[in-house]
């Protein structure tokens, strides 16, 4: 039987994820983010993800200049990774109500004592992006 679409005709998009390494415990860095003049910070209830297996501790961040969001995952969840593809990248921050993360966001971010690394991972495949399309 003939398919009704072409194969590219369902391609899922999704921004830019940012891999984020921290030098403390979350409770601690979510602290610093807290106390940060730039930044409101909320604790979420859990992410489930796409196979409703695992939860997945979040925070979103919100940028009090424009009121720009974000959010901030814990990678390994409660049975599994949100995005498996990284296996070491234990936070993950992305949009969750625009096209990409604000890049004042990330300018902070990176100058933060407490963060290690901060950077752009790889765009997800087909089938990883489930577990993001759930968070818009």
Request: proline fraction near 5%.
């Amino acid at each position: 039987m003939p398919s009704l679409f072409a194969s590219g005709e369902f391609t899922l998009e999704y921004p830019t994820i940012y891999g984020i390494a921290i030098n403390q415990r979350l409770l601690g860095f979510i602290h610093t983010l807290s106390k940060h003049p730039d930044f409101h910070v909320e604790c979420y209830d859990d992410i489930i993800d796409y196979d409703q297996k695992s939860y997945h501790l979040n925070y979103v961040i919100t940028l009090l200049d424009d009121e720009s969001q974000c959010i901030l995952i814990k990678n390994r969840g409660s049975s599994s990774l949100f995005y498996p593809k990284y296996k070491n990248i234990e936070y993950l921050l992305c949009s969750i109500n625009e096209n990409q993360v604000n890049p004042e966001i990330i300018q902070i971010f990176s100058k933060l004592p407490d963060i290690s690394l901060c950077f752009a991972l790889e765009s997800p495949n087909q089938q990883q992006i489930l577990n993001f399309i759930k968070l818009q």
